[in-house]
């Protein structure tokens, strides 16, 4: 009889590659997720969200345990995304949001003077149960796959609160900035505190590690984010203290940005797929990790367009410190799942040590 070796006990979250590529240690291979792998792409996804608008979706303790463990079990993702939403905060704290399929978040009432700032409700943080039970689950059923928490960082959120709705120029968020200065330090304070309680919540809850969407800060320029942006989204990660989670940091179109998400308090900085892994090491320096980048249209091709680019995207991440291997941006909706579940398994063929 040959001896059946003991299977190893599935790692604490806190030990998972995901977690430890964050924080630039020896890995057993490049963690994989995809932002967006919990979504449209998924045919189980559009079945339990049949009938349930997305943010009655995103407060149902059951709905977001079922949604955010459907991507991990069908492709094997390293990390588990909070299915959720960045308006969230603003709509459990009173500010009437709707998300249209199809568009994205849409305010009923823009925040267009220093009056709208003001009338702004606070996120009270007694509000967020529903939160933290279902993080608490599936922390429970995940084991020792870690689960990443997220918010939107100010700026995202005021575009949307200030363009009433998504937008590309954000030219009415831009003259607001420039126009009202100390209005929208104020505004950006108080989205700052509420992504803060938001993000706090999940980590006190058991979430693993923390990602910060800034996903339109790239219209900025450096100086301009420097200086009016930064510190706001510093807050956020500030506010998370001493507790010992890494903290990932995303935009689109950030290339000139680069060092400086990094700055307002990042481990991991995630990169589009504009900007090779290799020159964003360069410009993040050896003491970050880096998250990306290849870009969703790719999973669009040919399955060998496909494979080039997983594997050039993992030879480029060796630059980095760290490398968690995802997108550029979230999974297009018409991306067939299974070229995402076979992404997973060749970064990992090709990462095993
Ligand atoms: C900008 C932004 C939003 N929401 C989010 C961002 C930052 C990330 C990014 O840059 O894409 C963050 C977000 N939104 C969602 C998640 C879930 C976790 C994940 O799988 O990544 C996360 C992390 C679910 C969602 N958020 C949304 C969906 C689609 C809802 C549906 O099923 O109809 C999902 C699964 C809706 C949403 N919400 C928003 C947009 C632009 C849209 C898309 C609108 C559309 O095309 O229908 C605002």
Redesign the pocket.
């Known amino acids: 009889m040959t001896a059946v070796p003991a299977p190893t006990p599935a790692p604490l979250p806190a030990e998972s590659d995901l977690v430890r590529a964050a924080r630039g240690l020896p890995v057993r291979r490049t963690p994989v997720w ?7 792409s998924l045919p189980e ?2 079945a339990l ?1 049949a009938g349930t608008r ?1 943010l009655e ?2 407060q149902d303790p059951d709905l977001v345990t079922e ?2 463990l459907q ?1 991990v079990r069908r492709h094997g993702v390293d990390a588990a ?7 969230l905060p603003l709509v459990v704290a009173g500010v009437d949001i709707d ?7 849409v305010i009923a009432q823009p925040v267009r003077t220093v009056a709208d700032v003001a009338a702004l409700p606070p996120l009270e943080p007694d509000r967020l149960d529903f939160l933290a039970t279902a993080v608490r689950r599936l922390v429970a059923e995940l084991g020792g796959t870690p689960l990443i928490g ?1 918010a ?1 960082a100010p700026f ?1 959120l005021a575009t ?1 609160l200030i363009e009433g709705g ?1 937008s590309k120029e954000h030219a009415r968020t831009k003259a607001f900035m420039y126009a009202e200065p100390e209005a929208w330090g104020r505004l950006l304070d108080r989205l700052a505190v509420s992504a803060a309680t938001f993000l706090t919540t999940q980590a006190d809850a058991g979430a693993s590690a923390v ?1 910060l ?1 800034d ?2 800060a790239g219209v900025l320029s450096a100086a301009d984010y420097a200086e009016r942006v930064l510190p706001h989204s510093r807050a956020v990660f500030d506010a998370l203290g001493d507790r010992d989670l890494p903290r990932i940091h ?3 179109g950030t290339g000139e940005l680069l060092p400086l998400l990094g700055d307002a308090g990042a481990d991991v900085v995630g990169v589009d797929w504009r900007v090779p892994l290799d020159e964003a090491a360069r410009r993040v320096g050896p003491d970050r990790s880096l998250q990306g980048n290849l870009d969703p249209a790719v999973l669009l091709a040919d399955r060998a367009s496909v494979d080039r680019e997983v594997r050039r995207v993992v030879a480029q991440g060796r630059a980095a410190r760290g490398h968690v291997f995802n997108l550029g ?3 297009l ?1 018409d991306t067939d799942p299974g070229v995402l579940t076979a992404v997973v398994d060749l970064v990992h063929e090709l990462t095993a040590t």
């Open positions: 995809f932002m967006r792998q919990a979504g449209r996804y559009r969200r997305m979706a995103c949604i955010t991507p995304i909070l299915f959720s939403d960045i308006v998300i249209k399929p199809g568009v994205g978040p997220f939107g995202t949307y998504p990602q969407f996903s339109w995303f935009g689109v941006h979230g999974v909706p």
